[in-house]
């Protein structure tokens, strides 16, 4: 049942709810201003936990003044029910607008996805991370304005961590990979939340889904994306490169900050307008040079190329500047079209031949892309980078560029592998058929496996498949494939152990505090996650004792 008044406030109804409580509309009795109330719910503020959360969200509010971020107006504490208002938002969010129209086009996803960057810009300049950025936590005004709201798991830079409720906290399909670990946040955490929710926008979907939270904190942590063109050729190269850097799963290798992401995008928008009006004009130039060969007679005007567009963007700064008729007879000219045109194409030339890479310089941006996961970039790494340093003197670079070139060859016949069995799953009565090649069709399990983030069976398929594929002389190839897998899914044993030996402590300081029913849940939790992984077995144990412990004290 909804509350009448919080505080000086008359609840109108309620907008929504969230892990950290609900939000209502309201109206000031004494002002009349419409307001959305945020109230933390009576069970939460028992925890100290949650109410500490609830006024550190409080905190970071008080401390951001942007258009683009949610303005707090005040808040307090009514009988007990902790609660803040602030400005009330008539639009939707993100999620309901991705809802009803699955994906967007390209260039709305850029005018968000610049918003965005304003409002964590002012967020970071502030010392606060939001670290819980993703679709439902962005409001759409009707006017197109995107503010960003929710600083609920906000945490300021050197803050102290919160205890007992503190661990992996945000949303899976949006979260950084070292969030996943359960590492600190940092401000490429968000940067990288924001290429998962501009991905969204383009693709329909988060870069990662599985059915539950886990197999999607590992997809973050291990896993390939699908190139985002790949899912949507409307995509300009240019924006796809932004996401796929920010998706970086190395927090150095992504973009530095929200500004530069801003400005990225900015250009790849002007590019994009650039690039269509030149387009236009080239098939307004094409269809008039038509007319005339057909019709003599017939006057067109004909769409600028590259020199009348150089000539055009001098002429205007001419004539901001006042203008000179005698340049203007000169950029009339033909010859000086001519000219640009030629200087066009020798700086082009010239630009080309300045910046070939050195065979050094191939190596150490080939080595960069081979540091990533395996994906579409490792073609360009063995098109552009190592093929030409075989070919330029094979007897020297042999050494360092073909383990990578085999490397790739490796992941070219993975992947077509991969396509090949699932194009032909379940045809019948074929001699190609391969789903009919065991072992091949068990590495495609593997790989199933891996990226429903299952990896301790994945391990096991693939080890497996290995011993039975060893010494055996017609199988050579798949025997490669089947170590370079098993390299892939080698996992961060530390951070497992880390993150599990850190829910232990926690799980027993529940107990201590007679907190029985969290400490449970905990224990269940290890269990449930890692009952099947070696690597996990002394925690697992530990909770298997803890539980058998507490069933006795309690019969």
Not at 29 to 40: F, H, M, P, S, Y
Not at 388 to 406: R, T
Not at 409 to 421: A, T, W
Request: charged share 25%; proline share 5%; net charge negative.
């Amino acid at each position: 049942m909804n509350p009448t008044q919080i505080g000086p406030y008359e609840v109108l109804s309620k907008i929504g709810s969230g892990g950290m409580g609900s939000v209502y509309l309201g109206k000031h009795k004494d002002t009349g201003e419409e307001l959305a109330i945020k109230v933390l719910p009576a069970s939460m503020a028992n925890e100290e936990g949650f109410v500490k959360r609830f006024n550190r969200e409080i905190e970071s509010m008080k401390k951001l003044s942007n258009p683009h971020i949610v303005k707090l107006h005040e808040n307090g504490v009514d009988n007990g029910t902790y609660y803040y208002s602030m400005e009330y938002v008539e639009g939707e969010t993100l999620t309901q607008l991705l809802r009803r129209e699955r994906r967007l086009p390209w260039l709305e996803a850029i005018n968000i996805g610049i918003q965005i960057c304003h409002a964590l810009k002012a967020a970071h300049d502030a010392g606060i991370i939001h670290r819980d950025l993703k679709p439902s936590n962005l409001l759409i005004a009707s006017d197109g304005m995107v503010k960003l709201t929710d600083f609920g798991i906000a945490q300021v830079f050197a803050a102290e961590r919160l205890t007992v409720t503190d661990g992996i906290v945000g949303t899976a399909e949006f979260m950084s990979p070292e969030q996943a670990e359960g590492k600190r946040a940092s401000k490429q955490s968000d940067l990288y939340s924001l290429g998962a929710v501009l991905y969204a926008m383009v693709c329909g979907k988060p870069p990662f889904t599985a059915e539950t939270m886990m197999a999607v904190l590992q997809k973050h942590r291990f896993g390939q994306f699908d190139s985002p063109r790949r899912v949507n050729p409307e995509i300009p190269s240019w924006f796809e490169e932004v996401i796929v850097q920010l998706l970086n799963k190395d927090p150095a290798k992504r973009l530095p900050d929200a500004y530069v992401v801003g400005r990225r995008l900015e250009q790849v928008r002007n590019k994009m307008e650039f690039y269509e009006s030149s387009t236009e004009a080239d098939n307004v130039s094409a269809g008039s040079a038509t007319i005339a060969a057909d019709d003599p007679d017939h006057h067109s005007v004909v769409g600028p190329g590259p020199a009348t567009l150089m000539k055009d963007l001098v002429r205007h700064e001419l004539e901001s500047e006042g203008g000179y008729p005698f340049l203007n007879q000169i950029l009339n000219s033909s010859w000086f079209l001519v000219a640009m045109l030629l200087l066009i194409v020798l700086g082009g030339f010239l630009w080309f031949h300045d910046w070939s890479p050195s065979p050094e310089q191939r190596i150490q941006l080939g080595e960069a892309i081979m540091a990533q996961p395996p994906g579409d970039d490792w073609l360009k790494a063995r098109d552009e980078y190592f093929k030409p340093l075989v070919d330029i003197d094979g007897g020297k670079w042999n050494e360092q560029v073909v383990p990578y070139l085999s490397q790739i060859d490796q992941f070219v016949e993975l992947d077509k592998l991969k396509r090949d069995i699932r194009k032909n799953r379940g045809k019948r009565g074929s001699e190609t058929n391969l789903a009919a090649d065991e072992p091949r069709r068990l590495l495609v399990w593997a790989l199933n496996q891996k990226e429903a983030g299952d990896l301790v069976h994945a391990q096991k398929t693939v080890q497996a498949v290995k011993a039975l594929l060893e010494g055996d002389p017609e199988q050579t190839r798949l025997y490669d494939l089947c170590q370079q897998l098993a390299r892939e899914m080698q996992r961060d044993e530390t951070a497992a152990d880390e993150w599990l030996k850190s829910a232990v402590e926690r799980a027993n300081k529940l107990t201590a505090d007679k907190k029985t029913s969290a400490a449970r849940a905990i224990w269940e939790s290890i269990i449930q996650l890692y009952g099947e992984d070696p690597a996990a077995a002394k925690y697992v144990e530990q909770a298997q004792q803890a539980l058998n412990q507490k069933a006795k004290s309690h019969p």
